[in-house]
């Protein structure tokens, strides 16, 4: 009986590890969201996806969404509206690579709020939005 | 025996959960890391800019190591060479990573100063990256080393009072694709002249010939 709890232990553990740099930035984000907002209850996919989708005045004045370079279907191909260079697919089901370094993921979500938002996005908001691309493709 | 086991299990569940509390690789150096690590690292260019970034500066000293560094660097080809898939992932990941030896240094450097606002988009990157980006940059730009062919021919046709961000804005480009109609470059298989590889089919390799290029809904081109 011991020995199986041991194992389990142990299982959980390395499970833990193996999707834990995604996972432990959500919990980053979750802590910061919490922080500025105290009645934040949790991350929402539908409200990741409002932000994904709706336009704003952007980069060079253009009005775009996140959609406008990574399009309506997250597994499919994107082109980046203003220099028309292919992007591969958002959706870590169909694109096994995506989410899988923090640094970069931190580097875009900076980069294209900025483009679609001219700000950064706030600890929430990014949240969200990875809800939705995690759950995108399912 | 079995305590052993037990207490072996429980050394590399405490060491497994303390790294991952504690691994984080993430560093925020993201607020203008393009000009802050340009101060920083690169003293002697960036004088002029040295009030401004006071405030985030960190003091690393490589006074008169810098200038030796200099000399060295260029000759490090391997070491260059092993930035480059680093250059072309970050900065071709939103357009066509142009060989550096398309613009002088002082364009290089001038861009990697400016990258918070890198043609109205933050482009900024990590301390690391940006490094080793700045210095494959300068090492292989026109004025660097010995250039020829187009490399050569752009190079020359700089001003040497002109900076051009753009190789689309030295003289020699302009020439050269004098004859492309607006309507050709703003088709939205092309969309900008920024988009070299749209038309030249072996830009990527750094191979710009003229048979090898096909500009869509029109074809090759001739004369």
């Not at chain 1, 834990?20 to 539908?46: T, W």
């Not at chain 2, 398309?102 to 482009?123: G, V």
């Amino acid at each position: 009986m011991r020995r199986v709890a041991l194992m389990t232990l142990i299982a959980g553990t390395l499970s833990f590890m193996q999707g834990s740099e995604i996972e432990s930035y959500l919990n980053e984000l979750r802590a910061e969201a919490k922080a500025q907002n105290p009645s934040f209850k949790g991350f929402d996919a539908k409200r990741g996806e409002k932000i994904f989708f709706s336009k704003h005045i952007g980069k060079r004045g253009k009005e775009i969404s996140c959609a406008s370079c990574h399009t309506d279907d997250l597994s499919r191909e994107g082109e980046n509206i203003f220099t028309g260079k292919k992007i591969e697919p958002l959706s870590p089901v169909a694109n096994p690579k995506r989410l899988s370094k923090v640094k970069k993921v931190k580097k875009w979500l900076r980069r294209n709020f900025k483009d679609v938002y001219k700000r950064e996005g706030t600890a929430q908001e990014k949240g969200d939005v990875l809800l939705f691309i995690i759950s995108s493709g399912k | 025996m079995k305590k052993y086991l037990t207490y072996g299990i429980g050394a590399i569940l405490v060491a497994g959960l303390s790294i991952t509390a504690i691994a984080d690789e993430d560093r925020e150096y993201t607020k203008k890391s393009g000009a802050y690590f340009a101060e920083t690292e690169y003293k002697s260019s960036y004088k002029e800019h040295e009030n401004g970034y006071k405030e985030h500066h960190e003091k690393e000293r490589y006074e008169h190591e810098d200038e030796e560094r200099e000399e060295h660097r260029y000759t490090n080809k391997q070491r260059l060479m092993g930035y480059k898939p680093i250059y072309v992932q970050e900065c071709g990941s939103c357009h066509m990573a142009y060989q550096p030896e398309f613009l002088p240094k002082r364009s290089w450097i001038k861009m990697m100063k400016n990258l918070d606002d890198h043609f109205q988009t933050d482009a900024t990157l990590d301390k690391d990256e940006y490094k080793k980006i700045y210095e494959y940059l300068v090492a292989n730009a026109a004025d660097s080393k010995s250039v020829g062919g187009e490399y050569e021919e752009i190079a020359d046709s700089i001003k040497p009072n002109e900076t051009p961000l753009r190789i689309s804005d030295t003289p020699y480009f302009k020439k050269e694709h004098r004859k492309i109609s607006k309507e050709l470059i703003a088709q939205k298989e092309v969309k900008s002249i920024a988009n070299c590889t749209a038309c030249h089919k072996e830009a990527d390799r750094g191979s710009y010939d003229e048979n090898e290029i096909i500009i869509p809904n029109y074809g090759r081109w001739d004369d």
